[in-house]
């Protein structure tokens, strides 16, 4: 009984009837993980979580039992969104309401939603206008995400794309620079200039940015790097370019 308590609060809900049911009472599902090759009250339940705007994706038997809590989840598992999402052009309206540039966070890849949490953190501290996350092969809204914001996603709107590259030739086309960070980047953080409209591009905790969002970037910035190490967690990575977005802009 405490471990279903558990999972609800924290917005998983597994098995059939369980996610059925959550669906019935107006639950927002963000993503959901239906056994691939589903059939009849599997893949009509998947047709249903598609319809109330969930990404549905296929996984095996293997991946459904490691994901799983309970050992019962009959073939799905459903992650709540823990807030409604925006729509890119929102973002660009708050700018615009508050007076200032548009500095927005784009996460080319961020799969775990401890980093998604903490990135959003970071970026409503720091007075961004938003971040875009893409609807695959991310991290989502969910309690997990929620928590580890420590409230901001109740604060700063975040929006959902289907492709990052394209949606940053639209912030091009919106007068948005695009700063990607890369650890090979040609130009060093503090040679940026971060005064104006800006998208700040943060890639995946293993492989960075995509080659697609790479090429796409207008410029790519490095973070100095003093220690043995030689790369920083992507929401340590975030929170130094947004603060130095922030220190340039407050003597603009």
């Keep these: 009984m405490a471990a279903g308590m558990d999972e609800k609060r924290e917005g998983v809900f597994e098995g059939r009837n369980a996610v059925a049911e959550a669906i019935r009472s107006g639950v927002r599902f963000d993503k959901a993980f239906v056994l691939r090759g589903a059939s009849g009250e599997l893949l009509r339940l998947a047709g249903k979580l598609r319809a109330s705007g969930a990404v549905v994706v296929e996984a095996d038997r293997q991946k459904l039992d490691a994901m799983s809590q309970t050992q019962a989840h009959q073939g799905v598992i459903a992650l709540a969104s823990a807030v409604e999402y925006a729509e890119v052009p929102d973002l660009l309206r708050l700018a615009e309401q508050r007076g200032e540039p548009p500095l927005i966070v784009v996460c080319n890849g961020i799969e775990d939603p401890r980093n998604l949490g903490a990135i ?86 293993g492989a960075g940015l995509s080659r697609l969002t790479a090429e796409t970037c207008d410029v790519l910035v490095s973070i100095p790097m003093r220690g043995k190490l030689n790369s920083l967690n992507a929401s340590a990575a975030c929170a130094i370019l947004l603060y130095e977005a922030l220190r340039q802009r407050a003597f603009v």
């Design 120 to 205: 959003i953190r970071a970026a409503e501290c720091a007075g961004a206008h938003g971040v875009v996350i893409s609807k695959r092969h991310s991290a989502t809204l969910t309690a997990a995400a929620a928590k580890a914001s420590a409230g901001a996603v109740f604060h700063l709107p975040v929006a959902r794309v289907a492709n990052i590259p394209s949606c940053l030739k639209e912030l091009k086309k919106q007068g948005l620079w695009v700063f990607g960070a890369e650890a090979r980047g040609t130009v060093p953080l503090y040679g940026a200039d971060l005064t104006g409209p800006a998208a700040l591009v943060i890639g995946s905790e």
